[in-house]
């Protein structure tokens, strides 16, 4: 079973639209969670943190459900500028190491 | 702002041939990382290091990587003997306490021929 799991799309959008990606990790006992983007043969740049009580900044709000086991991000009113492919990153237990999904693809459309 | 930096961001190569992928931390960060992301695959761990030493390594880090941090702020990743599946991006990551996020560098595109 993969550490991190997403959806890879790709979702293609118009712009102004909502679009929601999840992924799912396996160990129970991960610590951190986060959301990067990564344009197109870029290094991946982090989005936000994803925090238990849920968190927003500006148009993304993250959420996190321990009990499923699950992440979310959520994009309102899309931009062009937010076409990328974005990473669900989640530190296991192990304290040190990072796993990274395989990335869920946005297109945002004019 | 302060930012991982990678050189260089180019590196081609002939198969068995080794080569040195450099990365400069963030001063203050007591973590790094190496990660390599094939074209169009994900990115996959490689390697942690922390106090001097490695402290968790990837099935990929086999005999032929080796890491290195030879002053205070270098901190490097060898290939021996370089493959043809070798060629991807490498990237440098660093964090500065333990859960806390990673910043990555803008990646060493290797390309062994």
């Known amino acids: 079973r993969k550490e991190v799991e997403q959806d890879p799309g790709p979702f293609n959008v118009p712009e102004g639209a909502t679009v929601a990606f999840n992924c799912t990790y396996s160990?129970?006992?991960?610590?951190?969670f986060f959301w990067y983007r990564q344009d197109c043969r870029k290094e991946p740049k982090l989005l936000m943190s994803?925090?238990?009580s849920g968190n927003e900044d500006g148009r993304f709000t993250a959420q996190l459900n321990r009990a499923s086991q699950y992440i979310s991000l959520l994009i309102r009113d899309s931009k062009l500028s937010d076409s990328a492919t974005y990473l669900c990153?989640?530190?296991?237990?192990?304290?040190?190491?990072?796993?990274f999904g395989t990335g869920t693809s946005l297109t945002v459309i004019p | 702002e302060p930012e991982v930096t990678q050189t260089p961001s180019h590196q081609v190569t002939q198969m068995g041939q080794e080569v040195i992928l450099r990365c400069v931390p963030i001063?203050?960060?007591?973590?790094f990382y190496w990660y390599r992301q094939i074209l169009g695959q994900k990115v996959e761990f490689l390697v942690s290091?922390?106090?001097?030493?490695?402290?968790?390594k990837s099935e990929i880090f086999d005999d032929q990587f080796s890491v290195e941090r030879p002053d205070g702020s270098n901190f490097t990743l060898k290939i021996r003997s370089t493959k043809l599946e070798d060629s991807a991006m490498y990237f440098c990551?660093?964090?500065?306490?333990?859960?806390?996020?990673?910043?990555f560098g803008s990646g060493t595109q290797l390309s062994v021929l």
């Open positions: 990153v989640v530190n296991m237990n192990t304290g040190n190491q990072f796993y």
């Open positions: 290091f922390y106090n001097n030493e490695i402290s968790e």
């Open positions: 001063s203050n960060h007591l973590y």
């Open positions: 160990n129970s006992a991960s610590q951190s």
């Open positions: 994803v925090y238990s």
């Open positions: 990551a660093s964090r500065e306490t333990e859960n806390e996020k990673l910043f």
